[in-house]
């Protein structure tokens, strides 16, 4: 059914009156205070879109306009992309369908792909460090003083500081576990890291508020000025690591033999080791395991990605984030381990019905559960991703799947203006 703009609730005339203004139309005082309908209504007139277009606009999915108004401000609809499961994993002996949203032909084949080739060798082996999130605290000492002595002497005052009003994170174990500090000599700052368990929440809101509290008392013990304070998106604490091995003979094919292809592998990955600009594709390769991962579970991709990439570059040079090599036997060995900071509880996970879903897919895990599912999803892409680079190409599966999707797309169109989905060739691949 098509929306009819004339039955839509009339708004502000201040609003109307600057969108009639020409270029005046992205100053919108009280846009925000607007009913979804309305803001609709107006970005409708103001850019001219057609009925057709303001239905798009209307549709919500699994999201009602009400959830889209309270996660975001000016919400005028929901954007929809294309979510799949990839088969195949087995991680630490268990299977697991992995929810992934994503809209890039055959994220999910190589996916499911590579977990095929791991469950070879027994699947995916993972672990997660504690989730200790870093909390950032910048000071300036407007005075002479031993600060090293004083923040030693007040260290546990400190973390009890941190501690006070969350007794519901400590009764579930986690909490502001240490403090530590450096001096950054050239803007004569002084920056405390505080370290907190948060549990099965990533945790965002739980240490800018504990770093807000503890800078509150800092300028009692000592004297200086209170800089920045917010949590760290390098979340070097807060790990999640895969192993995977792949016999050999795997990669046997009718152009290649697997024991050439492991070494080919070997090499591609050793090529992302001495080349960043190789190594920027080969992790976005993983992160196209990764971030369809997140946005499925309704985790904030974009602090994952800053936190990944920043971890790449932490030598002083930007590296593959997965490291590939040839076990004495000669098949093919795995590994990635990165800052995986990811939460079951808290903010969109629990409020976005199809994040619910995705976690119940996966057969509602923790939040290192999930954190080692994703980071295993990221090791089978790159996986799949080497392997082709490393033996036909890229293009060959890449385009197949992508030509057939759209062959399908267009058959589709001609019988039906309704699409059916195109994400089936590439499943059905797998
Ligand atoms: C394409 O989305 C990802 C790849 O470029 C990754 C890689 O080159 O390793 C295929």
Redesign the pocket.
């Known amino acids: 059914m098509d929306f009819d703009k004339s039955k839509l609730p009339t708004h502000s005339s201040a609003i109307d009156a600057n969108v009639s203004t020409p270029g005046a139309v992205s100053r919108l005082p009280g846009f925000y205070e607007l009913p979804i309908r309305e803001r609709v209504a107006l970005i409708g007139r103001a850019a001219h879109l057609t009925d057709g277009e303001l239905s798009k606009l209307n549709q919500f999915g699994a999201l009602n306009g009400e959830l889209a108004d309270v996660f975001i401000e000016n919400a005028i609809g929901t954007y929809s992309l294309p979510l799949g499961v990839a088969t195949n994993f087995l991680v630490n002996g268990i299977d697991v369908l992995v929810p992934m949203a994503v809209e890039?032909t055959s994220v999910l084949a190589a996916a499911s792909h590579g977990a095929k080739l791991a469950r070879l060798g027994g699947g995916f082996f993972t672990s997660a460090s504690e989730p200790i999130m870093t909390g950032q605290i910048q000071l300036f000492i407007t005075e002479q003083c031993d600060w090293q002595e004083i923040l030693t002497t007040h260290k546990s005052k400190l973390l009890e500081w941190a501690n006070r009003g969350h007794d519901s994170l400590i009764a579930r174990g986690g909490g502001a576990r240490d403090l530590d500090w450096h001096f950054i000599k050239e803007m004569n700052a002084l920056v405390l890291h505080l370290y907190i368990d948060t549990r099965d929440a990533m945790g965002a809101n739980i240490v800018n508020t504990m770093c807000e509290r503890v800078s509150g008392i800092l300028p009692e013990i000592l004297p200086c000025e209170i800089g920045l304070r917010i949590l760290s998106n390098l979340t070097d604490r807060r790990t999640a690591k895969a192993e995977c091995v792949v016999p050999a003979k795997a990669f046997d094919s009718a152009e290649f033999r697997g024991d050439q292809v492991v070494d080919r592998i070997v090499k591609a990955y050793q090529f992302a080791f001495y080349d960043m600009h190789r190594a920027a594709?080969?992790n976005?390769?993983i992160m196209?395991g990764i971030d369809p991962v997140l946005i499925a579970t309704g985790n904030d991709w974009r602090a994952v990605e800053a936190g990944i990439h920043a971890f790449a570059a932490k030598s002083g040079r930007y590296l593959p984030l997965a490291v590939w090599s040839k076990t004495p036997e000669g098949d093919l060995h795995g590994e990635i381990n990165v800052p995986m900071a990811v939460g079951i509880v808290g903010g969109v996970t629990k409020l976005h019905p199809t994040a619910q879903i995705a976690l119940k897919l996966m057969g509602s895990p923790n939040a290192s559960k999930l954190a080692q599912i994703i980071v295993a999803t990221g090791l089978a892409q790159?996986l799949s991703?080497?392997r082709a680079?490393a033996s036909e190409g890229?293009q060959r599966g890449h385009m197949g799947l992508h030509q057939k999707n759209l062959e399908m797309l267009h058959r589709s169109i001609d019988r039906n203006p309704v699409v059916h989905t195109t994400a089936r060739v590439g499943a059905s691949r797998t």
Do not use: R
Request: aromatic share 0%; charged share 20%.
């Open positions: 890039e594709t080969n976005k390769g196209n790159n991703a080497l680079l890229i």
